[in-house]
């Protein structure tokens, strides 16, 4: 991977951002275990990745799938925000160039003004007339920053908008010993057809975090085999999301409505493995949905080629990725709202804290909240 990449870190954290659509590409624990550098715990993309300004589609749509999302695969990495959309265009979108997930992923971001512990950086999305703006601040001693966004909406409308921070997680970090947490119960499956390796039932309702398996025998035995909770067989009939699936070959996306007692919401994952964990802080009033996205060597189709394990965790205003048409006529789903609006010429602005530690580092949560400044103190 010949990428451009800026360099953001204090004394204990390095994050590595891409000009090139503005994805958080990595992120160096500087002192891990055995006190060496940890690998980066987020997902480098298995094929070649360019810059999302040199695809070219008569030379490149063969190679990473085309319209609408050839040009984000190509140049994907990491921690990806989708905005002003979450999911796939219409069909009208496409014809009119519209891209998954929105620009913000593939448009060219500048760099702002750096001061000592903080950095910035923005871009335009002509398409959506927003504006975004990113400020990473970094804890003057803990492996941890807050990134503040601020998006302006340039038209003299109210628009609705789809906002996902899109985390994803790959190997080494991401193996069958990652576990992940969140503060979740009402959670539902895709709805959609995923293809042949979904291995959870489309539709169905469930309590986090044991997901409903596809039905048949031949399903319920290649998904439910191994899976195991705290060393305990599950039943056949479900999957613990906490962990990947154990199917040789798996997809799937599930939403999770976030339930805390107070504003504060979070997510964790962990893998004891290499003595790594990584969390996430944000407000739930932000973002009240996080979504689960597992592809497990699935995809058949240019750039995957059954060769990808990733998992996403996304926190966002949206429970399921569609078109905005479809996002904003669902309206509500278990009562909570599935979009956002922003006003004329008004802006929204948003914090979270990301960090990352040894596996048994239980004080840096308590860190990270007082870093969020959630509470005021």
């Given at each position: 991977?010949?990428?451009?990449?800026?360099?953001?870190?204090?004394?204990?954290?390095?994050?590595?951002?891409?000009?090139?659509?503005?994805?958080?590409?990595?992120?160096?624990?500087?002192?891990?275990?055995?006190?060496?550098?940890?690998?980066?715990?987020?997902?480098?993309?298995?094929?070649?990745?360019?810059?999302?300004?040199?695809?070219?589609?008569?030379r490149?749509?063969?190679?990473?799938?085309?319209?609408?999302?050839?040009?984000?695969?190509?140049?994907?990495?990491?921690?990806?925000?989708?905005?002003?959309?979450?999911?796939?265009p219409?069909?009208?979108?496409?014809?009119?160039?519209?891209?998954?997930?929105?620009?913000?992923?593939?448009?060219?971001w500048?760099?702002?003004?750096?001061?000592?512990?903080?950095?910035?950086?923005?871009a335009?999305?002509?398409?959506?007339?927003?504006?975004?703006?990113?400020?990473?601040t970094?804890?003057?001693?803990?492996?941890?920053?807050?990134?503040?966004?601020?998006?302006?909406?340039?038209?003299?409308?109210?628009?609705?908008?789809?906002?996902?921070?899109?985390?994803?997680?790959?190997?080494?970090?991401?193996?069958?010993?990652?576990?992940?947490?969140?503060?979740?119960?009402?959670?539902?499956?895709?709805?959609?057809?995923?293809?042949?390796?979904?291995?959870?039932d489309?539709?169905?309702?469930?309590?986090?975090?044991?997901?409903?398996?596809?039905?048949?025998?031949?399903?319920?035995?290649?998904?439910?085999?191994?899976?195991?909770?705290?060393?305990?067989?599950?039943?056949?009939?479900?999957?613990?999301?906490?962990?990947?699936?154990?199917?040789k070959?798996?997809?799937?996306?599930?939403?999770?409505?976030?339930?805390?007692?107070?504003?504060?919401?979070?997510?964790?994952?962990?893998?004891?493995?290499?003595?790594?964990?990584?969390?996430?802080?944000?407000?739930?009033?932000?973002?009240?949905?996080?979504?689960?996205?597992?592809?497990?060597?699935?995809?058949?189709?240019?750039?995957?080629?059954?060769?990808?394990?990733?998992?996403?965790?996304?926190?966002?205003?949206?429970?399921?990725?569609?078109?905005?048409?479809?996002?904003?006529?669902?309206?509500?789903?278990?009562?909570?709202?599935?979009?956002?609006?922003?006003?004329?010429?008004?802006?929204?602005?948003?914090?979270?804290?990301?960090?990352?530690g040894?596996?048994?580092?239980?004080?840096?949560?308590?860190?990270?909240?007082?870093?969020?400044?959630?509470?005021?103190?």
């Amino acid at each position: 991977m010949k990428r451009k990449l800026w360099a953001f870190e204090n004394r204990a954290l390095r994050i590595l951002v891409a000009p090139g659509g503005g994805h958080i590409a990595a992120l160096h624990l500087k002192n891990g275990a055995r006190g060496k550098v940890s690998p980066n715990p987020l997902w480098t993309p298995p094929w070649h990745s360019i810059e999302p300004s040199a695809y070219k589609p008569k030379r490149d749509d063969r190679a990473y799938g085309g319209a609408p999302e050839g040009r984000l695969l190509a140049s994907i990495l990491g921690h990806n925000l989708a905005l002003d959309s979450f999911g796939a265009p219409s069909e009208a979108e496409i014809r009119a160039g519209g891209l998954t997930h929105g620009e913000a992923g593939v448009v060219l971001w500048k760099r702002g003004k750096t001061r000592r512990g903080s950095a910035s950086f923005s871009a335009k999305l002509p398409g959506s007339q927003l504006t975004v703006k990113r400020e990473i601040t970094f804890h003057d001693d803990l492996p941890m920053a807050r990134v503040r966004t601020v998006v302006r909406n340039l038209g003299k409308q109210d628009r609705p908008i789809a906002w996902a921070e899109h985390v994803s997680f790959g190997p080494p970090f991401l193996s069958p010993h990652t576990e992940f947490s969140l503060p979740a119960r009402r959670a539902m499956v895709h709805p959609g057809e995923l293809g042949e390796d979904a291995h959870l039932d489309a539709g169905r309702e469930f309590v986090w975090p044991l997901a409903p398996l596809r039905h048949g025998p031949l399903a319920a035995a290649r998904n439910a085999a191994g899976n195991r909770v705290g060393g305990a067989r599950l039943d056949a009939a479900s999957q613990d999301m906490q962990f990947m699936p154990r199917a040789k070959r798996a997809t799937s996306f599930t939403a999770q409505l976030l339930e805390t007692p107070s504003d504060l919401a979070w997510f964790t994952a962990t893998n004891p493995k290499i003595d790594l964990a990584v969390g996430y802080l944000f407000r739930r009033s932000d973002f009240p949905w996080v979504g689960i996205w597992d592809e497990k060597l699935s995809r058949s189709a240019p750039p995957w080629k059954r060769r990808t394990l990733v998992r996403g965790i996304e926190f966002s205003t949206t429970p399921l990725p569609g078109p905005k048409r479809d996002i904003v006529t669902q309206g509500k789903l278990f009562g909570m709202p599935t979009f956002r609006w922003i006003d004329a010429l008004g802006e929204i602005e948003t914090v979270f804290v990301l960090y990352a530690g040894r596996a048994n580092a239980t004080e840096l949560p308590d860190h990270a909240l007082r870093f969020l400044n959630l509470n005021g103190d």
